[in-house]
């Protein structure tokens, strides 16, 4: 990020009576803070060395919270064992700010910075995005809102989604897209971007999270994704606007083999049961949906049958109808018939009996239904009538038994079509 802002301008009048670690023990953000209520997110700005931009986008971060973020916040800046005036300009943003703490830590690392942080926090709802603003700070809203709504257990943004719009060069989209796929071959992760600068998560969970999330730099956010993912805790991830920043220091060659040993690493530890997944998802993991009723186990061998007791009856009774008319009407008609009045009494049955529809809400709307899926049996038995006609056999045991088996077919079908269109979303009077 371009700036022409130097250390003399951003340290210009930083005098002040009251020693410098003062201010870092008032603004450090712990669960026993005194002296003011804990905010609903708390938004970590990791640094190293950033004393040329920190200045210049925490204020713009601040006044984007301020304007349009609707709830409480403060911005942690976690610096990471800088080694120019990172940190005192930092504690001078601090008392210029009242939303604004500082935490310092005497090792580097991203991962070591954010864990840091959200494990002292007392906010309802952590995140974190890198000090450049390359994620456009629209998004901040959208990412964080599952959380506090509970919707959600964790949000991250997603530069590789439909919806984000990315301005980058070629070699780190491949890199990214490469680094993702890996991913999904290696971990099994269904996660679209593990390595945006642009994550959030409900503070009860990551205190049970992120004491087993090993590394302290790069693979620190896949690390986090991926055991999440395994407990099964929902993900909502944002699409952004995302502009890289050129003058990103980050070792591509370095952060790469880092991340390979951190996948081989978490991948082993999953295999060998090391990670304690099946205890958190216990824990931590959403309770199971509760099946319809036609999704509780054994009801559908109940309803098969139901539908085959009833089936029997009605092929019997159109057999039966099918004989009586066939001297009088003739084939086609009897069949038609037949196969009418069966009908309308199979849908009746198979309404209060199989399906466990009572009462007279949309009686009619499913016999209907139930006519049309007459109509496509119709279709199957008339045709095969036909056929067996066009071939010269007029035998009526022969006639009977394919109406018998054309009529089995049907009836399959049938069982199929009520199951899943007439029936399929039942009415309130079901039981």
């Known amino acids: 990020m371009t700036t022409t802002a130097t250390t003399d301008d951003v340290l210009e009048n930083d005098a002040t009576d009251e020693p410098a670690n003062q201010v870092y023990e008032r603004f450090v953000p712990l669960p026993t803070h005194v002296g003011a209520s804990a905010p609903v997110l708390d938004l970590v700005i990791p640094v190293y060395n950033e004393q040329i931009d920190l200045a210049p986008c925490?204020?713009?971060?601040?006044?984007?919270?301020?304007?349009?973020?609707?709830?409480?916040?403060?911005?942690?800046?976690?610096?990471?064992?800088?080694?120019?005036?990172?940190?005192?300009?930092?504690?001078?943003?601090?008392?210029?700010?009242?939303?604004?703490?500082?935490?310092h830590l005497a090792e580097k690392g991203r991962g070591r910075a954010v864990r840091t942080v959200w494990l002292a926090s007392d906010a309802v709802v952590l995140a974190y995005t890198d000090v450049d603003l390359s994620t456009d700070?629209?998004?901040?809203?959208?990412?964080?809102?599952?959380?506090?709504?509970?919707?959600?257990?964790?949000?991250?943004?997603?530069r590789l989604a439909r919806g984000s719009?990315?301005?980058?060069?070629?070699?780190?989209?491949?890199?990214?897209?490469?680094?993702?796929?890996?991913?999904?071959?290696?971990?099994?992760?269904?996660?679209?971007?593990?390595?945006?600068?642009?994550?959030?998560?409900?503070?009860?969970?990551?205190?049970?999270?992120?004491?087993?999330?090993?590394?302290?730099?790069?693979?620190f956010d896949t690390e986090l994704l991926v055991l999440a993912?395994?407990?099964?805790?929902?993900?909502?991830?944002?699409?952004?606007?995302?502009?890289?920043?050129?003058?990103?220091?980050?070792?591509?060659?370095?952060?790469?083999?880092?991340?390979?040993?951190?996948?081989?690493?978490?991948?082993?530890?999953?295999?060998?049961?090391?990670?304690?997944?099946?205890?958190?998802?216990?824990?931590?993991?959403?309770?199971?949906?509760?099946?319809?009723?036609d999704d509780v186990p054994g009801a559908l061998t109940r309803e098969l049958v139901r539908f085959a007791a009833v089936g029997v009856a009605s092929t019997l009774a159109y057999l039966a109808l099918f004989v009586l008319l066939q001297p009088g009407l003739?084939?086609?008609?009897?069949?038609?018939?037949?196969?009418?009045?069966?009908?309308?009494?199979?849908?009746?049955?198979?309404?209060?009996?199989?399906?466990?529809?009572?009462?007279?809400?949309?009686?009619?709307?499913?016999?209907?239904?139930?006519?049309?899926?007459?109509?496509?049996?119709?279709?199957?038995?008339?045709?095969?009538?036909?056929?067996l006609h066009a071939s010269g056999v007029t035998a009526r045991t022969t006639e009977a038994l394919v109406l018998v088996t054309a009529n089995l077919l049907a009836t399959l079908l049938r069982f199929l079509l009520l199951r899943t269109w007439v029936f399929g979303r039942r009415s309130s009077t079901a039981q």
């Open 165 to 219: 719009r990315v301005v980058r060069g070629t070699k780190r989209e491949l890199i990214s897209r490469g680094y993702n796929l890996l991913l999904r071959g290696t971990l099994s992760a269904r996660f679209s971007d593990a390595q945006c600068g642009f994550k959030g998560i409900r503070s009860d969970v990551a205190r049970r999270l992120l004491p087993l999330v090993e590394d302290t730099g790069w693979f």
């Open 137 to 158: 700070l629209n998004a901040l809203l959208p990412l964080v809102a599952p959380l506090i709504s509970g919707h959600s257990y964790l949000a991250v943004g997603t």
């Open 330 to 387: 003739g084939g086609q008609a009897a069949n038609l018939l037949a196969l009418l009045v069966t009908a309308v009494a199979n849908t009746s049955a198979n309404r209060r009996f199989t399906f466990g529809v009572r009462g007279g809400a949309k009686r009619a709307t499913h016999q209907v239904q139930g006519l049309l899926v007459f109509g496509v049996g119709l279709g199957l038995t008339s045709g095969s009538l036909a056929l």
């Open 229 to 293: 993912e395994r407990v099964g805790l929902r993900m909502h991830e944002v699409p952004v606007d995302w502009v890289d920043d050129p003058d990103s220091r980050v070792d591509i060659v370095s952060t790469a083999l880092a991340d390979l040993r951190g996948i081989a690493r978490v991948g082993r530890a999953l295999a060998r049961g090391r990670l304690p997944v099946g205890d958190l998802r216990a824990q931590l993991g959403r309770a199971p949906l509760q099946p319809r009723g």
């Open 58 to 103: 925490l204020r713009r971060l601040h006044g984007h919270l301020s304007s349009s973020f609707p709830y409480s916040f403060r911005l942690t800046i976690a610096d990471n064992a800088s080694t120019d005036a990172t940190h005192a300009i930092a504690v001078r943003l601090a008392r210029e700010l009242p939303e604004v703490a500082v935490v």
